[in-house]
């Protein structure tokens, strides 16, 4: 009597992503055991619990040695020691450096040190994120700002070639890198309603108009740092409140126009001018650190709260702005229409996405 046995062998290495998951989500193996048994596996695929216990300790080790490779994308994508298809290198990347945004939420605008990650138990505790998790994420963080913190070029660009993450993802890391570099502040109680998204969303267009690479390409760390020259400028902008004429000039054109069109028109005209000396004001003081850092902060507590206070809608303040920004450049006392533009186009974008009703 004789047996017949058939084997298949292979060099290819095996990837589940639901275990994958696991592991990133900061389980250990005996964890990740109890809930795939929860999850019904043993009565899908007729396995015992010891065959589950071995595949998920065999798929832990595997993600282990792989790890070292994840941490510089570009050496996983080149090593021959593991056969993995294209297709899985991607969804390994991609998900390894994925982030939970109640995390990030957590950390945006810290300094990426020793000191941030020692209070990473009081995030997991908060967060009821894995510690593991959170260690996990804010290594990837640091790992990033620190490759291409000294490089020239676009930051975005820089972090896809050497991190291989998708487009949004780049972005994400991009606004990361540049909050944590800023210091810009976040984590004040009356900004806890803003998003992740609503931050990278304003961190791209500060890349885009106020960093030095806006307006020049080849200084290094271009999307890093912004434009301090620029900065220093935008106190030229003052003669818009302190010229008596000019403040009721700006006035004059933003009210005519608006005219009709706003249903708050007498609190936006009674309120005009202190609208208008916040908005400057944040210009002029942006030469501070300090007020660098509090750039969110002076948003909200100089504009966007006062607006709400009069219940403006989110199309009230949107037609406020666009008169305001272009009222200004009509002015013929006025001779600083393109720093005004460069200024008020992205603080236009700010508020509006910071505006919620």
Not at 49 to 70: K, N
Not at 108 to 120: A, F, P, Q, R, V
Request: contains cysteine.
């Amino acid at each position: 009597m004789s047996n017949e046995l058939d084997i298949f062998v292979g060099n290819t290495t095996l990837i589940d992503e639901e275990v994958y998951q696991l592991w990133l989500d900061g389980y250990s193996a005996c964890d990740a055991v109890g809930i795939r048994i929860k999850s019904g596996i043993l009565e899908q695929t007729g396995a015992t619990t010891d065959v589950l216990q071995s595949d998920t300790m065999d798929h832990y080790r595997t993600f282990q040695m792989l790890e070292r490779l994840l941490h510089f994308p570009l050496k996983l994508v080149n090593q021959l020691l593991f056969q993995i298809p294209p297709c899985r290198q991607v969804m390994l990347i991609q998900k390894y450096y994925a982030f939970d945004e109640a995390f990030v939420r957590e950390v945006l605008g810290k300094k990426l040190s020793k000191g941030t990650k020692k209070d990473l138990d009081d995030v997991s505790e908060k967060t009821d994120i894995t510690l593991k998790s959170c260690r996990r994420q804010f290594d990837n963080f640091k790992r990033v700002f620190k490759v291409v913190e000294e490089m020239k070029g676009s930051l975005v660009d820089n972090i896809q070639q050497h991190f291989l993450l998708s487009d949004r993802l780049t972005r994400d890391y991009a606004a990361i890198v540049f909050f944590a570099n800023s210091r810009f502040e976040t984590g004040k109680k009356k900004l806890q309603y803003l998003t992740f998204e609503d931050f990278a969303y304003c961190a791209e267009q500060l890349i885009q108009n106020w960093t030095l690479g806006a307006v020049d390409n080849q200084v290094d760390d271009m999307d890093m740092d912004l434009d301090k020259e620029f900065l220093q400028d935008l106190k030229e902008l003052k003669i818009l409140i302190t010229d008596k004429d000019l403040l009721d000039q700006h006035k004059s054109l933003v009210c005519t126009a608006l005219r009709g069109k706003i249903g708050i028109f007498p609190e936006m005209e009674n309120n005009f001018k202190t609208l208008s000396r916040g908005l400057v004001n944040i210009a002029a003081n942006l030469t501070h650190t300090k007020d660098v850092r509090d750039f969110f902060i002076d948003l909200l507590e100089k504009f966007i709260e006062p607006c709400k206070l009069y219940n403006w809608s989110f199309s009230d303040v949107h037609l406020f702005l666009t008169h305001y920004t272009v009222s200004a450049c009509a002015l013929d006392a006025f001779k600083q229409q393109v720093l005004w533009e460069r200024y008020m186009s992205t603080v236009k974008s700010c508020l509006l996405k910071m505006y919620h009703e």
